[in-house]
């Protein structure tokens, strides 16, 4: 009976290294595209800076691993608000 014990951490194991691809095959793509996330960053900060003065020379935009997520990750620094008219 202690034999079949093993048969039930494969399926996690898999599972586990499964998404562990997943967030390999994002960053391997995220790299790729250096270009495409400085152009994301560049239309970010267009978009607050409508609202926002924004530090732009220390915006940042990166992809991150968050529990089994991959997620795209903006720091605008923001010097004021703009007032609304």
Do not use: C, W
Request: zero cysteines; aromatic letters at 4%.
């Amino acid at each position: 009976m202690a034999s079949h014990a093993g048969f039930g951490a494969a399926a996690p194991s898999k599972s586990i290294a499964r998404e562990r691809l997943k967030i390999v095959l994002v960053q391997d793509r995220a790299e790729a595209n250096r270009g495409l996330l400085e152009k994301l960053k560049g239309e970010l900060v267009d978009v607050v800076s409508r609202y926002a003065e924004v530090e732009t020379d220390k915006a940042e935009v990166k992809f991150v691993r968050l529990d089994s997520e991959s997620a795209l990750v903006a720091r605008l620094p923001v010097r004021s608000l703009k007032r609304s008219t």
